[in-house]
């Protein structure tokens, strides 16, 4: 499938920077799901040419030198790409100015690229809360009756209704064929929509297949009677009926509700609306259970009854059943409002980016936090080894004595770190590019602030291929590096003109661009003779200012 | 915290106190020290049970003399469950406070269907069969014959437990069904026997309402239990309804049909017996001759039989002579059916009471009152000495004898109606014949008579002096408490008029107007974008809630509602509305939200909390008022005229006020819970109706709110949950306390009643 689509992927580039430029095409695809496709693509590949403007013919060149990327691929691509703004930015500046290949920009931002796949499961949809109930068309001319199932109807009756699953797995397609499957499903529903309870039982009679879609649904009993077991005891209504010591019928008064009274023959075929609204209502909770294309009935079919069966497996597997019932009743029983205060309940860390939440970590580790009442100790942080060794000896020997107090940490303790912790975060996040007591940035006009924030970000982003592309072994990457030190020189004067329009640009330097400063005094202060040699190429860059500047800092 | 009231010192289990509780402890106190009866209303969500529980615990430490037992009655195996939870809650206290030496047993009892523990028995489809069952395995004679024949199966949990015999006793400490049936599994031993045995050993009981009030269970059960005990009726505004039930039976023509194949299959078994072992049959013969009050002898799993009518004279007298043999107590059996049979056949309606019942069964088929009254005891004795163990199959026969030992007994306070037809089908032929009790005093009567103090508490008693007049009897305390709120967290408002201006009710010329539909159907819809989490709504009757559910369905109304919340039903099948229930709370629980359409009268209205974010609105759709059509139910407001001179129309307003507030209760749980209740019904406003609603709820009930329409009702309950998501001091701020401490209780000592009222 891929392999179809990829050259017509090219066909699409050029087709829709031509039709950027103006004409009009109809394009015609197989399914469904190539047109969605190959429109998302469009319209991203349109959305950069309307940015790009006149450089659209770099783009097929550099799509064409790519490794052959996979639609999946290419889409997540383009979908990261919407997402992040600065991002955009950058790929637009660098892959499209030709800088950096398409390549070479993805792969420092793997991480970035196979986290979204891994971590954040793609979020599911839930089931529509609406019951797909029997509106016929009539043509009102003939007797012809029709009803329309698209795949997710389909999907909602398999899931809602177990024995039709079971019908289609068994029937389809030996016994009958698809459509003749549906046609008599929509017959048994049609019959049942006329509340003719004794039809619906005369057909049945005749048609054993049909029969199998009028009756009453046997797993679903059967599925009900299971799940009764384990059904929260303070609304276990069934312990009620029965609870009576001795049990003999007709006793008690008549109830007024007396069920209209029907022939126990007809009585399987009866179906009452309350029930199919509470197996709706149950199925659309537990929410969608499978992750399949719709389109394939006998793949949603399968999946359904397998995860049906894996459910059965782990209910079996369950033993605290009991434990937790009676758990689950103890602590209904408890009155809160008269309790006492209690303890705060012990919950699992769990960091979602740990590199994002330790690097910005870095400046809370030096510095306690910012209530003093916490009784911070104050820790020495240039210890010998032998130091360091004799107090990790005195801390086990302390815990070999006490033992581990358990939760390790005083919960309360544990929520007030992590809460300073997070509103750390939190701030340098908001204070990114500014230091938390001053802030020159903001006395900027917002236009250059903004500027030179990306400007930053873009050196930071040159710098960081720059760096990668050592040593240099390849000719290859001698033509990067080159190609990356003719774009920053290229910054400079860009940044120049905001510097002279700056008075105090010695602080903005420190502040705004401390990661450049590092990676240029880095380089400067580099001994190897490779490196020389590359800092003498890199001269040629010219940065007076900052080499000076450089040296003082 | 502990604290003293007079002599008693109160162990309660938490570090504060409801000033309410506190009240009601004390005026039960005043009950338990007068060894009288009493009569409490206090509202839901204040506590009740644990008050119950803590003050008859510590009464009965503080007199350890004299210690007296408690009897707790619930309506259903879930506040079984749920009692038992607290009062384990609270011994634990205890114990850490006083040391194992106010060790306690408290145990729940309940039918074998919820106690067994045998994987073969209980797996049966039903109640009946489970008991058939386990009578299969445990008989004494099966167990006999097991002796002789290896390959009759018995069950090992019940044999372990005759093993161990004295042995086999339960620890002391707190037992729920559920650590019953662990108990059982960990020793072998068959827990329903083992309660049944160490229910006269405990010092607390909870069991069903049945065990107490339906005198053919009673006789078995209870009839160990010493005066010295505390009854307490829980959740008791239905008890009159309760007792009513108890002594009512009815027949139709297929009861008729299976007696009549029960009495063919016995005559076999006696012409069997009469050929292989007559001697079985003599030995009956004689002990009948003495009276059949030696079957209190019987092996333990044998004992399943008793009369339905309890006075105690009856067992003390011997047998009728006539049908002492069997042959002769079949034959007279197979008369009695005829009778019925003839009398089924009626085109008419019929009435009458149970002496000219009786005076005509006497000169048609020649069975006299005496004889009557026997059948029941007869015919267990019969089926015993016949060693029937499928007992399932011979309930027909048992539910005939039943009626015609009621009907003999008891003279007044029944009647006998024959109907051929159901009223609202009149071309399909359902001929019944029901004994209907009329006097809920008959069945209760023996309840407070045997034991010294009987406590009726629930959340609606209202109007409370009406009670006592039902049932016959004196209270020495009878209190209604107010709840003391820390804020308005309940807001009652009645709802008159849908958005059109149009008037909505149930009434019978209304019910069915699509106007009023749509407007209750809009009101829903608006209610639902409005309030998180859990809605209930209760409709008047199941056939109304279908055929409301179906109208909005088919106009799109279910369909935008769903838009908002997932909609679940209670059905007549048990298993089913349990299963939504749970998912209703599973939907709540995880914040999508849900609706859940119930009835007034139901068993979701009885017995169900939706406490919390399980419902934070009900909806109550129309007045609850009974079937007024209905035989049975104008017999009895005749005779409620006729004794206790109580008008048909109040009573009747009486009992469908007191289901409404009974399910729209049902929101709150402790003070920190809020909720709304809206009574959609223009007869609300009225006065004479509003009225008979409890305290509690007209206390909260502003002027302002008595004439809603949809869109004022929506604006007052989105200010309403605005104001409630906001966090509160809990003690109470404005100068009335709500929430107790050990502190404020000793600093005020016994002065906080008046402080509160």
């Known amino acids: 499938m891929y392999s179809l689509l990829v050259p017509s992927f090219c066909a699409i580039n050029k087709l829709s920077s031509a039709l950027f430029q103006g004409g009009n095409y109809i394009f015609e695809f197989d399914s469904f799901a190539d047109r969605d496709i190959c429109r998302e693509f469009v319209a991203a590949a349109i959305a950069f040419h309307g940015e790009t403007g006149k450089s659209t013919s770099e783009k097929p060149a550099a799509a064409l030198q790519d490794e052959q990327l996979s639609t999946a691929e290419m889409e997540h691509r383009i979908k990261l790409l919407q997402e992040d703004n600065e991002l955009q930015r950058l790929h637009k500046q660098f892959v499209i100015g030709g800088i950096l290949t398409e390549a070479e920009f993805w792969a420092t931002r793997k991480k970035l690229l196979d986290q979204n796949d891994r971590r954040k499961p793609k979020q599911r949809v839930a089931l529509k809360n609406e019951m797909w109930s029997v509106k016929p068309l009539s043509d009102g001319q003939s007797n012809r009756v029709t009803f329309n199932l698209t795949p997710e109807i389909i999907h909602q009756i398999f899931a809602e209704k177990p024995a039709v699953r079971q019908a289609y797995l068994k029937f389809v397609p030996n016994k009958m064929s698809e459509k003749e499957f549906w046609t008599k499903y929509s017959r048994a529903e049609y019959l049942h929509s006329t509340k003719n309870v004794v039809a619906a039982a005369a057909e049945a009679a005749e048609d054993e297949e049909l029969a199998v879609f009028l009756k009453q649904d046997d797993m679903l009993t059967n599925e009900a009677r299971r799940k009764i077991r384990r059904v929260d005891p303070t609304l276990d209504m069934e312990a009620d009926v029965g609870d009576d010591y001795m049990h003999l019928p007709d006793h008690g008064l008549l109830r007024e509700e007396s069920k209209d009274v029907l022939d126990s023959q007809y009585e399987p075929y009866r179906r009452y609306f309350s029930q199919d609204l509470n197996q709706h209502a149950a199925v659309v909770l537990q929410g969608r259970v499978v992750d399949v294309e719709l389109g394939d009935t006998r793949s949603v079919a399968e999946a359904l009854a397998r995860t049906k069966q894996a459910e059965l497996a782990n209910e079996v597997s369950d033993g605290n059943l009991e434990k937790d ?45 910012g209530d003093a009442g916490s009784g911070v100790k104050t820790l020495k942080f240039n210890v010998s080894s032998v130091e360091a060794y004799g107090s990790l000896r005195e801390l086990i020997s302390e815990i070999r004595v006490t033992g581990l107090s358990e939760p390790i940490t005083d919960p309360e303790v544990a929520f007030k770190v992590l809460s300073g912790l997070t509103q750390n975060i939190s701030s340098t996040k908001y204070h990114l590019g500014k230091s938390p007591h001053e802030s020159i940035l903001d006395s900027l006009p917002k236009v250059t602030k903004e500027d030179l924030l990306h400007h930053w970000t873009s050196i930071q982003e040159l710098l960081k291929h720059f760096w990668s592309s050592y040593p240099i072994t390849t000719k290859y990457l001698y033509t990067k590096v080159t190609r ?4 920053m020189s290229q910054v400079y004067p860009k940044l120049q003109v905001h510097f002279v329009l700056l008075d105090n640009y010695n602080c903005f330097l420190y502040n705004g661009l401390p990661t450049c400063v590092y990676n240029f005094s880095c380089i400067f202060s580099l001994n190897s003779r490779k490196l020389r040699n590359l800092c003498s190429q890199i001269s040629g860059i010219k940065f007076p200012y900052l080499s000076n500047q450089c040296f003082r800092l | 915290m502990k604290f003293q009231i007079e002599d008693v010192t109160v162990y309660f289990p938490y570090d504060n106190i ?30 009740k049970t644990i008050a119950l529980l803590s003050l008859i615990t510590s009464y009965t430490l503080s007199k350890p003399s004299n210690p007296v037992k408690l009897l707790y009655c619930t309506r259903t195996v879930h506040e079984m469950e749920k009692t038992l939870a607290e009062l384990k809650l609270l011994h634990n206290y205890q114990l850490h406070h006083l040391g194992p030496s106010v060790r306690m047993l408290a145990l729940g009892l309940s039918s074998r269907k919820n106690l067994c523990i045998n994987p073969s028995v209980v797996s049966a489809e039903n109640r009946d069969s489970v008991d058939a069952a386990c009578r299969k395995l445990t008989a004494s004679w099966v167990r006999a014959m097991a002796i002789e024949n290896p390959n009759v199966r018995t069950c090992s949990f019940f044999d372990n437990y005759e093993k161990a015999a004295s042995d086999a006793i339960l620890p002391p400490g707190v037992y729920t069904l559920q650590d019953l049936r662990a108990f059982g599994k960990e020793k072998g031993w068959c827990p329903y026997f083992l309660a049944r045995h160490m229910v006269q050993f405990a010092n607390v009981v909870v069991y069903s309402y049945q065990y107490l009030l339906d005198p053919k269970v009673a006789g078995i059960i209870s009839k160990e239990m010493q005066r010295e005990s505390v009854v307490v009726f829980d959740e008791a505004h239905n008890i009159d309804n309760v007792c009513i039930e108890a002594l009512s039976v009815s027949v139709r023509s297929q009861t008729l049909e299976g007696a009549m194949r029960n009495l063919n299959r016995m005559s076999q078994e006696i012409d069997r017996l009469k050929a292989t072992d007559a001697g079985r049959l003599r030995a009956e013969y004689n002990r009948l001759v003495e009276g059949l009050a030696q079957r209190g002898n019987l092996p333990i799993g044998d004992t399943w039989f008793a009369n339905p009518a309890l006075p105690d004279d009856i067992l003390k007298e011997a047998v009728p002579g006539n049908i002492r043999r069997a042959e002769h107590f079949l034959s007279v059996l197979r008369r009695l059916i005829q009778y019925f049979k003839g009398r089924l056949q009626t085109e008419n309606v019929e009435k009458e009471g149970p002496v000219s019942f009786v005076a005509s069964i ?28 499928d007992t399932d199959e011979f309930l027909h026969i048992q539910t005939i004898c039943d009626l015609a030992t009621l009907v003999g007994t008891y ?11 159901d009223e609202r ?27 010294q103090s009987v406590v009726i508490t629930s959340g609606t008693l209202s109007p409370i002096d009406l009670y006592p007049r039902l049932l016959n009897f004196n209270p020495v305390v009878s209190q209604s408490f107010t709840m003391s709120l820390t804020r308005d967290c309940i807001c009652p408002m009645v709802l008159t008029r849908g958005s059109d201006q149009l008037p909505v009710s149930t009434k019978y010329d209304l019910r069915s107007d699509p106007g009023v539909e749509k407007n209750y159907g809009k009101l829903l819809l608006e209610m639902v974008s409005v309030v998180p ?55 709540c629980d995880c914040g999508r939200g849900a609706v859940f359409f119930s009835v007034a009268r139901g068993k979701v209205a009885e017995g169900i909390d939706f406490d919390r974010h399980y419902g934070r609105l009900v909806i109550m759709f129309g007045v609850p008022f009974q079937y007024t059509l209905s035989r049975i139910l104008l017999a009895r407001l005749e005779y409620l005229r006729e004794t206790f001179q109580i008008k048909e129309g109040d009573f009747l307003t009486f009992d469908a006020l007191r289901q409404a507030a009974q399910c729209v209760g049902r929101v709150i749980r402790s003070k920190a819970d809020y909720g709304m209740m809206i009574f959609a019904d223009k007869r609300y406003s009225r006065h004479d109706k509003r009225s008979k609603l409890p305290g509690w709820i007209l206390s909260h009930l502003r002027d302002a709110h008595l004439n809603l329409s949809t869109d004022m009702a929506v604006h007052i309950a989105r200010e309403f949950l605005r104001k409630m998501a906001q966090p509160y001091d809990k003690t109470g701020a404005m100068g009335k306390k709500t929430l107790l401490s050990q502190e404020d209780l000793q600093k005020t000592g016994n002065g906080i009643g008046e402080m509160l009222f």
């Not at chain 1, 008269?338 to 590199?355: E, S, T």
């Open chain 2, 362 to 389: 006497n000169t048609q088929v020649g069975i006299d009152q005496k004889m009557l009254r026997f059948c029941y005891d007869r015919l267990h004795s019969l089926m015993l000495t016949l060693e029937i163990t």
């Open chain 2, 533 to 587: 989490d859990g809605i209930v709504c209760f409709f008047v009757s199941y056939s109304y809630m279908d055929g409301i559910v179906n109208s909005w369905h088919e106009s799109g109304i279910l369909k935008e509602i769903m838009q908002h919340k997932l909609v679940f039903i209670e059905t007549q099948d048990v298993v089913e509305t349990t299963l939504a229930l749970d998912n209703y709370r599973r939907a």
């Open chain 1, 325 to 369: 019932l009676s758990h689950r009743i103890s602590r209904v029983a408890e009155i809160e409002d008269l309790q006492g205060p209690r303890d705060l309940a012990v919950a699992p860390l769990c960091i979602k980016d740990p590199r994002d939440y330790f690097d910005s970590q870095q400046a809370n580790a030096l510095k306690p936090l």
């Open chain 1, 484 to 487: 990356l030190k003719d774009a």
């Open chain 2, 18 to 47: 409801y000033p309410e509780q506190y009240a009601y402890m004390v005026e039960l106190k005043r009950a338990l020290d007068a060894k009288g009866h009493c009569l409490l209303e206090m509202p839901t969500g204040t506590g």
């Open chain 2, 411 to 421: 003279t007044r306070g029944f009647s006998i109606i024959i109907e051929p037809f």
């Open chain 2, 425 to 451: 089908m009149p071309h399909i032929p359902d001929p019944v014949l029901q004994l209907c009790c009329h006097d809920a005093s008959l069945a209760i009567k023996p309840v407070f008579e045997r034991f």
